[in-house]
């Protein structure tokens, strides 16, 4: 496998449940993030990692968690969510650090439904 | 207050045309500016971007042109293929392009008719 693959693709909760979105990197990239897209609106970062450490947490309610247990996984823990958390979960990977200049590699997304 | 506006939600251009997409921001510290392309069920793929040092840069069909007095960049595609039926997504930064201060406009989807 190549790239950043996300798993799963679709995943449809109800708002008492617990699950978690996966993310993995093959690029040898030492950064990685999570965004949010809603409809009709920007993405969203939401959390970046570097070097497995969180370096940038965007004001995201704790009812998202997220784990980083190596430099090529990403997890977004989901607790007790709401409707309007409902939309596409993207991971990103990066080479050299947030503070780099460098294109962002995406996975093909997470599309969450909360009912 | 959206600082990257993409004020054009479509555009539908026929094949082997030109296509335009267009870019606003507000920002006067924004210094590096890249455009994305996704496709329906993928993520965003890196396109093209450029320094504000610059205020063009081309690779291929593709060239982005930034107007730093306007703060505007335009993306050229030509000529258009159906291929590149996308959403394009513009994206800018005013750390010298550091990844977590990425702001992205809301994209504007390209229809090319054959």
């Known amino acids: 496998e190549t790239g950043v693959t996300q798993t799963p693709r679709h995943l449809v909760m109800g708002m008492t449940n617990k699950k978690s979105l996966k993310c993995e990197q093959h690029?040898?990239?030492?950064?990685m993030y999570w965004y949010k897209q809603s409809a009709k609106k920007p993405l969203e970062l939401m959390f970046v990692?570097?070097?497995?450490?969180?370096?940038e947490n965007n004001s995201v309610p704790s009812r998202f968690s997220p784990e980083c247990p190596n430099s090529s996984h990403l997890f977004l823990h989901l607790h007790t969510l709401q409707p309007e958390d409902s939309a596409l979960y993207l991971c990103?990977?990066?080479?050299?650090?947030?503070?780099?200049?460098?294109?962002?590699?995406f996975g093909n997304g997470t599309r969450l439904t909360v009912t | 207050d959206q600082q990257v506006k993409q004020n054009s939600p479509s555009l539908s251009v026929q094949e082997g045309r030109i296509s335009i997409l267009n870019c606003d921001y507000t920002?006067?510290?924004?210094?590096?500016f890249l455009w994305y392309k996704k496709y329906p069920a993928e993520g965003p793929t890196f396109l093209i971007s450029?320094?504000?040092?610059?205020d063009k840069n081309e690779d291929g069909r593709f060239t982005v042109f930034l107007n730093k007095s306007a703060k505007h960049l335009s993306l050229h595609i030509v000529p258009s293929q159906p291929g590149d039926s996308a959403v394009y997504f513009c994206?800018?930064?005013?750390?010298?392009?550091?990844?977590?201060?990425?702001?992205f406009g809301t994209g504007t989807l390209l229809a090319v008719q054959p």
């Open positions: 690029l040898g990239h030492n950064a």
């Open positions: 990103a990977s990066s080479q050299g650090g947030p503070g780099v200049s460098g294109p962002l590699h």
């Open positions: 990692y570097s070097l497995e450490e969180r370096v």
């Open positions: 920002n006067s510290m924004f210094d590096y």
């Open positions: 994206a800018a930064s005013g750390s010298g392009g550091a990844t977590n201060k990425l702001i």
């Open positions: 450029i320094s504000s040092i610059k």
